[in-house]
Every structure is written in structure tokens, then in C-alpha cells.
């Protein structure tokens, strides 16, 4: 599986999210599965790509020219896509994924995850998204999500775009037992 995982890229995060990004490349590696993500060398992006190859895995960066002319693109990537701008860049990281994980991140991370939701919800897409929730992380998130449908902006099936898992033991086993692909105009 070529699993695309959106995380933040700040270094000033505590320990506790770069060892979680490093033990989840370390996963994705012995899983076998490809890393598809952000290109990037800092932050968790950074802890994640490293962790799936100190495990001997393989990733895919996509990045856009502008952060590789400020030097923040992990050159060991086994391929290195770079794109024109942030747009493009999303486009093709959607385009060679099977399934999205959301880390916990800033801006980047929740433009990624409401994109993903809106293709969902339109099906354009029936790709799984996992928010991996460490610690509540994504609480908040979530409580707006259902302000948001009980003021009528989201149906109030939104929880269906999206899985929220307390653990990467969660998160995998929701990929694996193949949920969150629309069947018969739902999604399971």
C-alpha cells in the first residue's frame, strides 16, 4: 500500500509527536507498505521519513520548488517528486496513495484532511482517512466538525468521512480490515 501520512513540519513540537512519527515510518517500513508524504526534512515529516528507512522501507516525496530552494527537502527520498506550488503537490500525493493518516500537524495538515473530507463527501474519492488522535489531539477538530453539521454546513453522516484512531495499533487495523471505502453509496 502506498499510505500518504500529512504531519507538521515545526521543530519546536513536543518529543512525544516526533517519536510517534518515528515509530509510525518505522511501521509503514516493516508493513511493507511505501510512504508517500511531503518531502520535507524537519518536524515530524522529517522523524516519519527517517523512521521508514532506518526500517528499510521506501519513501515518496512530493514538495513543492519553493521549500527545496529553502533547503528543507529530505534528498535520501528513494524518489523525489517536485511540484510548481502547494496545489500541485497535493494533486499528486492524492493521486499515488491508496489511504491518507493524518499526524498531528498545523495549517498544511488541516487543509490536507478537509481536502480529503471534501472529496469524500462529493465521491470523488474512496480513499480511507485515519486522524490519528494522540492524546485528543484531534478533538477539537472533531467538535467542530459537528458544530459545523448541526448548524447544517455538514451532513450529519460526516463522521463517515473520516476515522478517528487513539493509536497506530487502531489505525492500521481500520486499513486493514478494509473500512472506510464507499460501498453501495455508503461508506463502511
Known amino acids: 500500500m502506498n499510505l500518504c501520512v500529512y504531519c507538521g513540519a515545526s521543530g519546536t513540537v ?29 518536524g515530524l515529516m522529517g522523524a516519519l521519513a527517517r523512521g521508514v528507512h532506518a526500517a528499510g522501507g521506501r519513501v515518496i516525496g512530493i514538495i513543492p520548488q519553493a521549500l527545496v530552494d529553502k533547503e528543507v527537502s529530505y534528498t535520501a527520498c528513494d524518489e523525489m517528486i517536485t511540484t510548481r506550488d502547494l496545489r500541485e503537490r497535493k494533486g499528486m500525493m492524492d493521486a499515488r496513495s491508496d489511504a491518507f493518516l493524518a499526524l498531528p500537524g498545523g495549517l498544511g495538515t488541516l487543509e490536507e484532511i478537509t481536502e480529503i473530507m471534501s472529496q469524500r463527501a462529493l465521491k470523488i474519492s474512496d480513499k480511507p482517512l485515519i486522524l490519528l488522535d494522540l492524546e485528543g489531539y484531534y478533538q477539537p477538530l472533531v467538535t467542530l466538525f459537528d458544530h459545523m453539521a448541526a448548524m447544517g454546513f455538514l451532513r450529519a453522516n460526516h463522521g463517515q468521512l473520516y476515522y478517528t484512531a487513539p493509536d497506530l495499533d487502531a489505525a492500521f487495523a481500520y486499513l486493514d480490515s478494509g473500512a472506510g471505502r464507499e460501498v453501495d453509496g455508503r461508506y463502511s
Open 14 to 42: 513536543d518529543a512525544r509527536y516526533l517519536a510517534l512519527a518515528t515509530d509510525l515510518g518505522g511501521r509503514i517500513a516493516t508493513r511493507g507498505d511505501t510512504l508517500v508524504y511531503g518531502g520535507a526534512s524537519v
